[in-house]
């Protein structure tokens, strides 16, 4: 980790040497000052290095004990597949043909954006998807998160994110897809209704605030580099333990499947769970 610091200290902008011909003097004052800025930026990294570094090594012994899914868990994780979401999805979703399809239903409210990133989740690049979801689907992906962060906050665990990686592909893309994953379903998918996403479940996103105690970092433009580090360190330690993280996140979408709310597919080829709406809120 001293690594980061040297390459930080590389970053600060040289001190003023004064006009040309100012002389040693001024050399001099300039050297003193960049010299007690690096000291600033040193101590600062320290105090950041070492408050992430005790978070994450926290993250690995809170999530040590943490049961793994049990066989009886992934078959009920895998208890709804394609064909079986399909009518919900017929029944709950909008399945535009076209852009301007996709368009008119944004429009009457019937597929609303799914938001990049927000303080639940966030959506890796998508290469044969689009970011739009049922209005039922987007009320779903909130519910599922804020209880998945929830429960780790209550082991007292920082708020992981969880990471979208599929939402609504039209026919065309759903076709492309099959090209390229054999996991893609033949024939018509449940992506291609709005209605249904899918969830990484072997890397979680860092929380929306990586690094809340900023207090002692004096140069604002230190802040973002030491919130990357941040959450490049929590990400790492999600991978470590993304077992652990997807038995609790697997645990969330049970109990939401057996109240009737979520359809799920435990992935196989593909390390995601499957998600489709089983009914609108309140019926």
């Known amino acids: 980790m001293r690594h980061l610091i040297c390459v930080v200290v590389m970053l600060i902008p040289a001190g003023c040497s004064g006009e040309p011909g100012a002389g040693n003097a001024a050399d001099g004052l300039a050297e003193a000052h960049s010299d007690d800025v690096r000291a600033q930026v040193e101590q600062s990294l320290d105090a950041a290095i070492m408050r992430i570094a005790q978070l994450t ?29 399909l ?88 076709t492309d897809l099959r090209r390229t ?18 969830i990484a479940y072997s890397s979680f996103a860092a929380p929306h605030d990586p690094d809340p105690d900023m207090d002692d970092i004096a140069a604002d433009w230190l802040r973002p580099r030491i919130e990357w ?8 330690a999600a991978a470590r333990k993304s077992r652990e993280l997807q038995a609790i996140l697997g645990a969330v979408l049970l109990e939401l499947q057996q109240a009737g709310d979520v359809m799920v597919t435990l992935e196989r080829q593909q390390p995601v769970y499957h998600l489709t709406v089983a009914r609108r809120p309140g019926n």
Not at 68 to 85: G, H
Not at 118 to 132: I, M, Q, Y
């Open 57 to 85: 090594d926290s993250i690995d012994h809170i999530l040590q004990p943490v049961p793994l899914l049990t066989p009886a868990q992934e078959s009920a994780l895998r208890r709804y597949d394609n064909a079986a979401q």
């Open 87 to 174: 009518g919900r999805a017929r029944s709950l979703g909008a399945r535009p043909a076209n852009d301007a399809e996709l368009e008119a239903f944004r429009a009457s409210g019937r597929l609303v954006e799914l938001e990049d990133s927000t303080e639940l989740w966030a959506v890796r690049e998508l290469d044969h998807s689009a970011p739009f979801v049922t209005p039922d689907m987007h009320a779903l992906l909130t519910r599922i998160a804020e209880r998945f962060q929830g429960r780790l906050a209550g082991m007292g665990l920082p708020r992981y994110r969880v990471e979208v990686t599929s939402v609504l592909r039209t026919a065309a893309s759903q």
């Open 181 to 198: 994953n054999p996991n893609a379903a033949s024939g018509i998918s449940t992506h291609e209704f709005g209605t249904t996403l899918d």
């Open 229 to 236: 580090f941040a959450s490049a360190s929590l990400e790492a």
